[in-house]
């Protein structure tokens, strides 16, 4: 196995950047869906509070307006912990973006801006729930074409806009009422934030989101009521359909009657948060592609039911497209299979969808002789689309040996090999006979020697690609789009190298 450095010049590793902050001004908390307007000088940092919920979802964009300010963004635990960073989302931009990044876990974080190097200058920073692109942004503030759909005829429903705010309200026993309009059109992907401002009811009330609406008759709805449950139904042809019944959730407080919706909507995935944070999640695909958004109430089975609700804001965001492709992600947050495959699915750097078919709390791999020796996982399955991720670790030597794991592995001795080594350095191979053939090496991550180390191979359509300790080592394109999957064990000399794989799981799609 050659090795040859390919250093990244504009990629500063995380670890790095915890040693490199200058004087830091005063902390603020960030308002989401808001722009600031500030300067940095040569050296300095700003940090914003984030509070945020576990599965929140946020992007932030930081760009240079003025000087020569080269920005860099980053998100820190409390105790300044980097969790992910960006300085250039595209090669050819200095501005920075973090888009879709996946709260872990309830609590405050810190999102940092510093400039690269000795640069200086002014910038903006924008916060978005979702992704870091504005689709639509409906502020209630001008009248517009709406449509009300109702259970019944009658006057049972009504609405009406005023004062950047809109008023829907229903009456009788068991009503529905429904608004939407042709303009609140929605991609197949996107996240959606609506600002419920109030809601009030006579008996109980229900209210909520409607998406992918193909017409009156055919829709998805995801509803909240006043007991603090939620419900997720598919509507087709004035058919109901349950996905998820009404449940109760600890973040949804009963009886409180301002709170944030949300949705995020890719594939057959749906995710549903109250107030930003994760309840329930189904997968369905029975309505597929673009559909308007909308807004619905309902009266409980009761006499004299009556809902009442306004809304103040609905922002919907899409992925930020550069080049025709959603932009690179260099850096993601290590944390458990679930929350991960949940990152990377949102992030679009794997499809939504598939299910975990391989889980190990640990396992060894033992090698003698130098070269590669790879121990199959799951031998009598072989993949098109598919990530495995382990904690490796092995006991430090003198010899430079290694351990990895193994995709798109073929009867003649041909697979894609992702590694990292007892110096430090990491590496995504492909071999080919007796030929490593594409190789990606680099020993500029900075990496502790002698340590445990987060691997994740991710194989798609022929494309492989490395994470480790959560940094983008590379990808490159193999010459088989199938093939089994295994652990491996590297050594560069003859010796005796024991690896150990620990939590180590695969998910496939």
């Not at 590496?427 to 020697?449: A, C, K, W």
């Amino acid at each position: 196995m050659t090795r040859q450095s390919r250093p990244l010049a504009w990629l500063i590793p995380i670890a790095l950047l915890a040693f490199m902050w200058g004087p830091t001004r005063a902390q603020e908390d960030l308002v989401v869906g808001q722009t600031i307007t500030e300067s940095l000088a040569a050296g300095e940092s700003a940090v914003w509070r984030l509070p945020a919920r576990d599965g929140a979802m946020f992007s932030f964009i930081a760009e240079s307006i003025n000087g020569e300010l080269d920005p860099i963004i980053t998100i820190e635990d409390t105790s300044e912990n980097v969790l992910i960073q960006n300085d250039d989302y595209t090669p050819t931009s200095h501005n920075a973006a973090i888009e879709g990044f996946t709260v872990p876990r309830n609590g405050t974080y810190l999102v940092r801006i510093s400039g690269y190097g000795d640069t200086s200058g002014d910038y903006r920073l924008t916060t978005l729930p979702g992704y870091a692109a504005i689709s639509l942004h409906e502020e209630f503030n001008e009248p517009q074409p709406w449509n009300l759909i109702t259970t019944t005829e009658g006057d049972e429903a009504q609405f009406n806009t005023e004062d950047s705010l809109l008023q829907l309200e229903v009456e009788g026993i068991q009503q529905t009422a429904r608004i939407s309009r042709s303009t609140l059109d929605a991609p197949a992907q996107f996240f959606a934030q609506l600002v419920i401002d109030n809601v009030t009811g006579r008996n109980g009330w229900q209210v909520g989101l409607t998406y992918r609406q193909q017409d009156n008759t055919t829709y998805y709805a995801y509803l909240i009521d006043h007991r603090g449950y939620w419900r997720a139904i598919a509507v087709e042809d004035d058919e109901q359909r349950i996905l998820s019944d009404w449940s109760p959730h600890p973040a949804i407080v009963a009886g409180t009657t301002r709170f944030n919706l949300s949705i995020f909507i890719k594939n057959d995935r749906h995710e549903f948060l109250y107030d930003g944070q994760v309840i329930g999640m189904v997968h369905d695909d029975a309505i597929e592609g673009r559909g308007q958004l909308g807004f619905i109430a309902n009266t409980v089975n009761a006499l004299g039911s009556r809902t009442r609700v306004l809304l103040d804001d609905l922002i919907v965001t899409v992925p930020l497209v550069e080049n025709n492709a959603p932009i690179a992600v260099d850096s993601i947050i290590v944390s458990n299979a679930s929350d991960m495959v949940r990152e990377l699915e949102r992030r679009n750097v794997i499809e939504a969808g598939g299910e975990q078919i391989l889980s190990l709390d640990e396992s060894t791999a033992r090698y003698l002789d130098a070269g590669v020796s790879r121990f199959s996982l799951a031998s009598d399955l072989e993949f098109e689309d598919v990530v495995i991720g382990a904690n490796v670790s092995w006991p430090f030597s003198e010899r430079v040996n290694g351990c990895g794991l193994v995709t798109y592995d073929s009867d003649d001795d041909t697979y894609v090999v992702g590694f990292v080594d007892s110096t430090g350095a990491v590496g995504l191979s492909q071999r080919e006979g007796e030929t490593f053939t594409e190789t990606v090496f680099r020993e500029d991550l900075t990496l502790p020697t002698n340590s445990t180390y987060n691997l994740l191979l991710i194989a798609s359509g022929g494309e492989v690609t490395l994470f480790v300790n959560g940094q983008r080592v590379g990808d490159i394109t193999s010459v088989n789009d199938s093939g089994s999957i295994g652990q491996a064990v590297i050594n560069y000399d003859p010796g005796d190298t024991s690896c150990q794989f620990d939590n180590l799981w695969v998910w496939r799609w």
